[in-house]
């Protein structure tokens, strides 16, 4: 007889508009090793699957194979829990609808269960981070696109078709900017990392004084860059933060809203930027909440690393999975 | 031994910014009887409790008296379910917090638990209505304000403090309308009876074509009058309930985003003008729906009597109460 750990690993990883990254975890959720390789660099699903399976299979191998893998849980934009399919995912190179669980579950041979990348965050921050404890919480996701997982009653919102949660593309700004979605004016045109960098080259066109991002040249700002001038005092930057942080607390107040969350758990690197985007944030929802919600809904960070979040979050799913 | 049904009734109360009704429900969803008073005559919460008790004791009387009650269910605007208080309601004309389901226990003498009106019409809605064997649904309720009651999961979003789904202050106009919740720009000051009737007297003002509406005095005009009008072929009210129905679809298609719903279903007045409102709301919602929803959530109208189906919810929570 065959007891316990047999299969004491799962799988977690994390497409991102950029990167996808992978990893092997144990039952603790210490992320034991990862890969990673260039979301972008795949315009064909074929070629992306076998890319991320030819680095998946030596991880794997060196823990002593899929015989010791319980499953797989991956975090995609646009993806169907109830289907195991990426759908119609503005910021990911293939259109249409992608069977992604089943083309790993071939490829690498465990069984596989997909979700939103966000939700996976929010399971990962739920199981090890800001939000043990919680019932209600609501996170965001702030990197290449904007993202976010609800949790209600101490459960994910997946809604009738396994894809409630696209907070990203809630309309901010009627006949705003254009959305890689094909619609105008969605919170993540202004508050993803890209956002950031399309203010920052709105500003520069529009305000005539120096700053510092006038060394760069406009196409290759990157929000890393407007907070190493925020950092070093450069007005025009920390500007460009609090008008993203105005934008984003003002949605957050709408949000609060509707499930009413204990807290709203901010993640990824513009998280990162400190009281530059904090401080406008709070004030934002702080002048846009309705009265009964004042002062009770906590704005945290992450507690997670970036990576390990999505990784562990992913990788919840893999004990999940029916075998 | 006692057995089965000595306590056959519960009370069900919906307390509107305009009537407050009640009335006796028995355990298969029958309405018995019913009575009401005007909200706003009381600008005592005292004077309140005792007017609707006046009514309510020989009602509770003609069927038995308060051994037969089970329990009493309250909707009220920004009702507290947790701590069976009303809190801040800005369309109330009491302020602060009112301790209302023990100032009800108190008077009536049967146990009393009380939750938000929308909340309440959306478990009518989902017990005996439009929603039955729905598991994920939004109500939006269209009187006096906007409400909603939002169903995830087959269970009713409280949120950490009892108060989710305010979605009638969700800000749809930055700087907008002046709201009764002291804030601009919420969708109930569009998208509610009043709204619509505030909307008239813009029109009226803003453009100089003839109209039905003209012969009202514009301070008197309700909604009512603006769907009569339009029925007539009035192209001024019909436009007002075009631009009424824009808004809403807009923010309907936000809405989506969050919970992903099977079906929307609107409730009230509002939501019986037809195709004036109903095509309008459709094609908002189509212009502005993100891909990934498109086509997938139905646009339905309640299917209870308007009085009915929020005594009938709020009556629910009656089974509920701890005696």
Not at 150 to 161: A, E, K, P, R, T
Not at 194 to 206: K, M, Q, S
Request: hydrophobic share 40%; glycine share 12%.
């Amino acid at each position: 007889m065959v007891t316990g750990m047999e299969k004491p690993y799962v799988v977690g990883m994390d497409i991102g508009g950029t990167n996808t990254v992978f990893g092997i975890v144990d039952s603790r959720g210490n992320v034991l090793a990862t890969d990673s390789v260039k979301t972008q660099s795949f315009a064909k699903i074929e070629d992306y699957v076998e890319a991320v399976s030819s680095k998946l299979r030596p991880l794997i191998e060196s823990f002593g194979g899929v015989e010791k893998i319980k499953g797989m849980g991956v975090g995609a934009p646009n993806g169907n829990y109830y289907n195991g399919t990426i759908e119609f995912a503005p910021n990911l190179p293939w259109k249409g609808v992608i069977p992604l669980a089943a083309l790993f579950e071939e490829a690498i041979g465990v069984p596989t269960a997909l979700t939103n990348d966000a939700n996976a965050a929010a399971i990962g921050e739920m199981t090890y981070g800001a939000a043990r404890g919680m019932k209600d919480f609501i996170m965001i996701t702030l990197g290449t696109g904007v993202g976010s997982g609800i949790v209600v009653n101490g459960q994910l919102v997946y809604g009738h078709d396994g894809f409630a949660g696209e907070l990203g593309h809630v309309i901010v700004r009627r006949d705003g900017r254009q959305c890689g979605c094909g619609r105008k004016g969605c919170l993540e045109t202004y508050c993803s990392a890209t956002g950031v960098a399309r203010t920052a080259r709105e500003f520069l066109v529009a305000r005539p004084e120096p700053s510092l991002l006038r060394d760069i040249p406009a196409e290759d700002i990157v929000s890393k860059d407007v907070f190493d001038a925020a950092v070093r005092g450069d007005k025009l930057a920390q500007d460009i933060f609090e008008y993203t942080g105005r934008i984003l607390g003002e949605a957050l107040a709408d949000f609060i809203a509707f499930s009413s969350p204990e807290a709203i758990i901010l993640f990824g690197g513009l998280a990162k930027s400190g009281d530059y985007i904090m401080k406008p944030i709070r004030k934002a929802i702080d002048d846009n909440i309705l009265k009964i919600y004042e002062g009770k809904t906590k704005l945290l960070i992450s507690e997670l690393k970036d990576a390990d979040a999505a990784v562990l979050g992913a990788s919840a799913l893999g004990w999940e999975v029916r075998e």
